[in-house]
């Protein structure tokens, strides 16, 4: 997580395919643009957290199989 002039940021790193993030989480996350690796938003009332917490528990997952 990286805060910076224009929002907050989430990396998750690791994801060989990146078109999976935005494919699976890019429509239902809110107000966010999401990237390869990487979710960016301005605030956290702009998200659904339920689908951020989605896209992280996601990626631990993946590293646990």
Known sequence: M????????????????????VNT???????ASV???CIKFKSLKDLDIEVLKAAIIDKVSLIKN
């Open 2 to 21: 990286s805060a910076n002039t224009t929002g907050m940021s989430v990396y998750i790193m690791g994801i060989n395919d990146k078109t999976y993030l």
């Open 25 to 31: 989480y890019g429509k239902k996350i809110g107000k």
């Open 35 to 37: 990237t390869g690796y």
